[in-house]
């Protein structure tokens, strides 16, 4: 029976030094809507982990025990071969740690994996999809030895399965009360978790069935054939590997963690998932349980729910879910969700009769008396006009102004910038009376406004439209400036997507 489901447990109260203090302890939790009544289906959410995913664990054991070992040392760079959430983990352990990190990813993971290394402070190495997952690792040992950089093998190094056995497998066996669920079921990548947490049921749970999913498409394991590998040692392509969308499971090879398991005796069954049945139950535990994960954790938990339909009644059956699914946005788990308001939010949209599109916008404020300005801040405008080929009156954080920052930048040509509303100009209310006199110079009251050789240009649309019909390269021209035209063939494109001209009333 669970205990207390009406009480929050004490979880994470105390004060952490660090954020490495808060990887694993994750929890533990039972489906309530998708699951069927015969067995009690509970899902594990690496999620919960500070980097969102399972590798956390990894990365944190990795450079621990490679700092005990003397084989990292202090500033010393590290690099990895990863599908994302690896280097996702090893990047925060890093930048916890001062350590400069290099991961290596084959360019067909998702794009959000890639922006959030880089966001932690990592450089990402992209490698050909047509490699696959042997070549990425390929170049990051080669990587290591050319620069004498620290690898952290997370296919091979024993402080994976380690950490599981020290972490997860105890967590599970707390969670169940010192004797584990009925069935444990999992997917694996490097069959870190497989072989660490594997090992501890064997031998504190022996009745726990050990269950490991798999593609079907890609039954590698199943498949009983041998890992194939070259005279160094390095594993070659696996024959039974295909493409499949569970981005962490099955690489295109057994790596050696997952090899010792299969030795150790440590899988009882195979449960084989479709790609279709993992991007469903992916999207059910969203919608019907509120538990938002990745691919490979649909695909988990879809195995689990297979089995829940012929386990023993009452059976208790706990699946591993390795990560959220925010990373996933642009992969075909979020297909079909749609920025624009679709037919059933549009009708919501129209039940009541404010805030909408399909309606008038409300008439224009009354004609308002001619803007007048300072004679001070009106000299100050003409002086900055003067004093630069191309001026450009914006606000610091207002797409237009971004927008059209962007396009200079790109067409390499300098700019000054005047930001109106900056910090900078508050005193006296400077920015307030400069933006006064632009718009009696300028004519318009909008922003950004902009100048090249002393000459008004316009707006945003203005200047737009003057890259487009040829008047900027004349401006700039006469101004002494060239740019690069390639760079301004579709300037409408550097407006966030939501204001570019196709959109507006679509
Ligand atoms: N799912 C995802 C999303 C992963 O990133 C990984 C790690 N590659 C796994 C599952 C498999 O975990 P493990 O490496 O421990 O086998």
Known sequence: MLKELDTLPPRRTDLHGSILETIGNTPIVRLNRIAQDRAEVFVKIEAANP?????????????EAAEASGALKPGQTVVEATSGNTGIGLALVCAAKGYPLVVTMAENFSVE????????????????????????????????????????????????????????????????GGKGPDFWVTGFGTGGTLKGVARVLRAESPATRI??????????LQSGIAQERDSDGR???????????????????????????????????????????????????????????????GATCAAALKLAETAPRGAR?????????????????????????????MEISRSTPGGRFDTAAPAPAAAQAAPTCTPEAAGMID??????????????????????????AAAGVPCHAVELDAA??????????????????????TIPQIFVGGQHVGGATETFDAFMNGAMTDRLAAAGLSFDAGKTADPYSYLPGWMQPRKIGG
């Open 383 to 408: 002086e900055i006009v003067a004093a630069h080929p191309v001026v450009m009156f914006v606000l610091e954080w207002c797409e237009f102004s971004w927008s059209v920052r962007k396009l200079f």
């Open 211 to 220: 269950v490991v999913a798999e593609p079907d498409n890609v039954p590698m």
């Open 51 to 63: 980097g969102g995913s399972i590798k956390d664990r990894f990365a944190l054991a990795a450079i």
């Open 424 to 445: 900078a100009l508050q005193k006296d209310n400077l920015g307030s009376d400069l933006r006064a006199a632009l718009g009696v110079k300028a004519g318009a009251p």
């Open 317 to 345: 059956i706990l699946a591993m879910l390795p990560d959220t699914g925010e990373r996933y946005m642009s992969t075909p788990l979020f297909e079909g969700i749609g920025e624009a308001m679709n037919d059933e939010e």
């Open 113 to 176: 994996r890639r922006k959030l290394m880089r966001f932690l402070g990592a450089k990402v190495v992209l490698t050909p999809a047509a490699l696959k997952g042997t070549g990425m690792l390929a170049k990051a040992e080669e990587l290591a030895r050319a620069h004498g950089w620290f690898l952290a093998r997370q296919f091979e190094n024993e402080a994976n399965a380690d950490m599981h056995s020290r972490t997860t497998a105890r967590e599970i066996l707390d969670a169940f």
């Open 235 to 297: 594993a070659v392509s696996h024959p039974m590997f295909r493409p499949h969308p569970m981005q962490g499971w099955s690489p295109d090879f057994v790596a050696k963690l997952a090899e010792d398991a299969v030795a150790a005796g440590a899988i009882d069954m195979f449960e084989p998932v479709a790609g279709k049945d993992a991007l469903a139950v992916a999207r059910d535990l969203a919608t019907r349980e509120g538990i938002f994960c990745g691919i490979s954790s």
